[in-house]
């Protein structure tokens, strides 16, 4: 084993690894969630949680391509395809950049980050929104008008200290593909951090998450990876099949999900025939276009924490202190004014279902196994609020970039969504 893998704090400036030491101590004795921690500053990343929304579609045209596929088994492959796609550039494309994983700036409530694809696959637009505080949680609302293909969800997280840092995410999302009115729920992966020992953190995924849809086909994804001992890095295992029949496999894939994959027929092994390769040195990324700083809303994360993220790039710690300062002051105060006059912020683009519950959600979770919701963890079950977004003004959503939303199916699914649940529930039992 070499150094840089054996020594504690191997992968720490010198002049940091005091306070390295110190954050690993108060880590390990802390209780309660890990994020009202404050982080060393050398640790700091410069993008905020509602930024990750972005890696879902950094890939365009692979999420535009299921809606082009007519044979419904092809089209869940492509979803499974799709989603595999999105875990590099979300778990792991920050510490590729920067050498090891960084903690994201916490958003604060009311926070933006919206932008657009403009590619050969037409336009691929983005709304995030900070819709909660306490617990954190992002919603997010990512569609494409010429594919009629849409996804939306939101997830918090709760950190937690057994050893390493574990993270749970709570949430799921659900894409929606207008031509065969076809529904897909995704669980979200579990998470810990590897290499925190020795100063040089990255994600590890672990657990399993599942992909179900409503033409009844299920995906699920096994996370191994590297541990403690042994394992290989970003390791995954995953079958596609049909609803009630797991152990006869219509696909199976394997490989690394921040490095390449292969899917292929049935069972897979070494004779099964290979359907599917895919390797992210192949593939470019296509990074979300935003307007110019000095053009975007007060609320969009990168004007409102810009000065925060310029001291981090400078290694200005005053100058971070200073401005993050002023950022959470400004909430609170905020939150002290809503709470004297009775009242709560009002979210922009998304709203919480009305009671708390979702028949689209119990009817896709049931044939993996009814997994719970769980909306007191996340304050409500977000959904995009069409009639909202309508609202905005022009300068804050394109009126014409919400086309896909008012089609026919578009309309009914969000209406059957927020407006007639109990008729839905009635159809998925």
């Known amino acids: 084993m070499s ?33 009202s921690l404050t982080a060393p500053p050398f640790i700091l990343g410069t993008i905020s949680l509602t930024e990750f929304s972005a890696y879902w579609t950094e890939h365009p045209s692979i999420f535009v391509a299921p809606a082009n596929e007519p044979d419904p088994e092809k089209r869940a492959l492509l979803v499974l395809k799709w989603f595999l796609t999105t875990l590099k550039q979300q778990y792991a494309s920050r510490s590729d950049k920067l050498g090891s994983e960084k903690k994201p700036l916490n958003p604060f409530l009311g926070e933006l980050y919206t932008g657009k694809w403009d590619d050969e696959n037409g336009t691929t637009n983005l709304i995030s929104e900070q819709v909660s505080h306490h617990p954190p949680v992002t919603a997010y609302s990512i569609w494409n008008d010429k594919h009629g293909i849409r996804l939306q969800g939101y997830n918090g997280q709760k950190a937690s200290f057994s050893r390493t840092i574990h993270i749970k995410q709570i949430g ?7 031509a065969y009115d076809e529904d897909y729920i995704f669980t979200l992966p579990s998470i810990h951090i590897e290499g925190l020992i020795y100063g040089n953190p990255f994600v590890e995924l672990n657990k399993s998450t599942y992909i179900s849809s409503s033409s009844g086909f299920v995906a699920r994804i096994d ?28 696909y199976t894939a394997e490989g690394q999900w921040s490095d390449n994959f292969v899917i292929k027929e049935g069972s897979g092994g ?6 599917i390769s895919f390797q992210h040195k192949d593939v470019k990324t296509s990074p979300l276009q935003v307007p110019p700083l000095e053009q975007q809303d007060e609320l969009e994360a990168n004007r409102a924490w810009g000065k925060v993220k310029e001291g981090i790039l400078k290694g200005d710690m005053d100058l971070v202190g200073a401005e993050k300062t002023k950022i959470e002051t400004s909430q609170r105060e905020l939150r002290k004014k809503e709470a004297a006059e009775g009242r709560e912020w009002s979210r922009r683009y998304f709203s919480r279902l009305a009671g708390n519950t979702d028949p689209l959600f119990d ?8 997994i719970p919701i769980e909306p007191e963890k996340t304050g409500g079950i977000w959904r ?3 009639k909202k977004a309508e609202s905005v003004p ?27 649940q109990a008729q839905a529930g009635s159809r998925g039992r």
């Not at 504690?8 to 802390?30: D, M, T, Y």
Request: without cysteine; proline residues 3%.
């Open 363 to 370: 009817r896709l979770a049931k044939p993996i196994g009814g």
């Open 172 to 178: 799921h999302a659900l894409l929606h593909i207008d």
């Open 270 to 275: 070494k004779k099964a025939r290979e359907v």
């Open 223 to 250: 996370y191994s990876g590297k541990g403690w001992v042994s394992g290989k890095k970003n390791a995954f295992s995953a079958v596609l099949y049909r609803a009630g029949h797991e152990k006869d496999p219509l």
């Open 3 to 35: 150094a840089s893998q054996g020594e504690e704090g191997s992968g720490i400036a010198p002049q940091n690894k005091g306070s390295w030491s110190s954050f690993l101590k108060s880590i390990a004795s802390f209780n309660g969630d890990l994020a």
């Open 394 to 420: 022009k300068e804050g959503m394109k009126t014409e970039a919400l086309s896909l939303w008012r089609t026919q199916t578009g309309q009914a699914a969000m209406q059957n969504q927020m407006q007639a």
């Open 384 to 386: 995009f609020d069409v």
